[in-house]
C-alpha cells in the first residue's frame, strides 16, 4: 500500500523552529517528486515547497522563501520541512504529496500551531 506519513508538528513560540518529516511506505521517495502544502484555518490549501526526484528545489512559497527549507536524502526515506522564524500565519496543517503511478498520494496532515 502506498501511503505518507508526516510528523514533527506541535505547538512552537513565534520566531521558533520546527522539523517536519513526510515518510513513505510501499514506494521509494528517490523516485519521485515531492511536495509539501499546509492549510491553515478558513483558507485553502497552499503549495508551499516542491522539489525534484533527484532534490532539485523548484518551489518555495513567496511566504516562506529564506525561512523554510525542503530537504531529502534519497539514501534514506524521509522528506524534511525544516521551518525557521516561524510566525502565527504559519500555522496550519500541513501535507506532504506526491504522484505515484498517476496517482496523488497524500499524508494525513501534521498541525503546526505557532503561538506564545
Known amino acids: 500500500q502506498v501511503q505518507l506519513v508526516e510528523s514533527g508538528g506541535g505547538l512552537v513560540q513565534p520566531g521558533g523552529s520546527l522539523r517536519l518529516s513526510c515518510a513513505a511506505s510501499?514506494?521509494?521517495?528517490?523516485?519521485?517528486?515531492m511536495t509539501w502544502y499546509r492549510q491553515a484555518p478558513g483558507k485553502e490549501r497552499e503549495l508551499v515547497a516542491a522539489?525534484?526526484?533527484?532534490?532539485?528545489?523548484?518551489h518555495y512559497a513567496d511566504s516562506v522563501k529564506g525561512r523554510f527549507t525542503i530537504s531529502r536524502d534519497n539514501a534514506k526515506n524521509p522528506v524534511y520541512l525544516q521551518m525557521n522564524s516561524l510566525t502565527p500565519e504559519d500555522t496550519a496543517v500541513y501535507y506532504c504529496?506526491?504522484?505515484?503511478?498517476?496517482?496523488?498520494?497524500w499524508g494525513q496532515g501534521t498541525l503546526v500551531t505557532v503561538s506564545s
Open positions: 510501499g514506494f521509494s521517495v528517490s523516485s519521485y517528486a
Open positions: 522539489s525534484t526526484s533527484a532534490g532539485v528545489v523548484w
Open positions: 504529496k506526491t504522484i505515484v503511478r498517476l496517482l496523488e498520494v
